[in-house]
């Protein structure tokens, strides 16, 4: 496995969620491939082809004030031309103003994702997104697992 093709993924990767924190359509659009593409928005149903999935980034860059993410858990598999990247996004993201034009109040969520990304001839792109929140167990949910 090529050290500089893992790094070219993962800066894909990072480039991905700079581009979803700075909010540019036009940047995030060219990120992924132009057909068969997939995506999976926590809570969200499967979508599929670039209207769908871009028209979801939108919405979701429409509806947020801010949003960052800081990655843990960034893991990078090869298979030709085809990387697997599995990732923890802590995310901190902020609801729409109040009244007084502030911010609203900031929220952290926990999502793991993984980000499938395609060789091409202008390097790596995204083939498909699929996050899914972490639920947090309480102490209460793991005792009404044990078997009686």
């Given at each position: 496995m090529s050290r500089t093709e893992v790094e070219l993924v993962e800066?894909?990767?990072?480039?991905?969620y700079e581009t979803m924190e700075r909010g540019d359509f036009e940047e995030l659009s060219g990120l992924w491939l132009d057909e068969?593409?997939?995506?999976?928005h926590p809570g969200w149903p499967v979508l599929t082809g670039r209207g769908e999935v871009l028209r979801s980034?939108?919405?979701?860059?429409?509806?947020?004030?801010y949003i960052q993410f800081f990655l843990t858990d960034v893991k990078?598999?090869?298979a030709g031309d085809t990387a697997l990247v599995t990732c923890?996004?802590?995310?901190?993201?902020?609801?729409?103003?109040?009244?007084s034009g502030e911010l609203g109040p900031l929220v952290g969520q926990l999502v793991v994702a993984t980000n499938v990304f395609r060789r091409t001839s202008d390097g790596w792109k995204i083939w498909s997104h699929h996050g899914s929140p972490v639920l947090a167990e309480?102490?209460?949910?793991?005792?009404d697992e044990t078997p009686s």
């Open positions: 800066a894909a990767n990072t480039t991905f068969g593409i997939s995506c999976i980034y939108a919405l979701i860059m429409a509806n947020t004030e990078v598999s090869l923890t996004e802590n995310i901190l993201s902020g609801g729409p103003a109040e009244e309480s102490d209460e949910e793991e005792d």
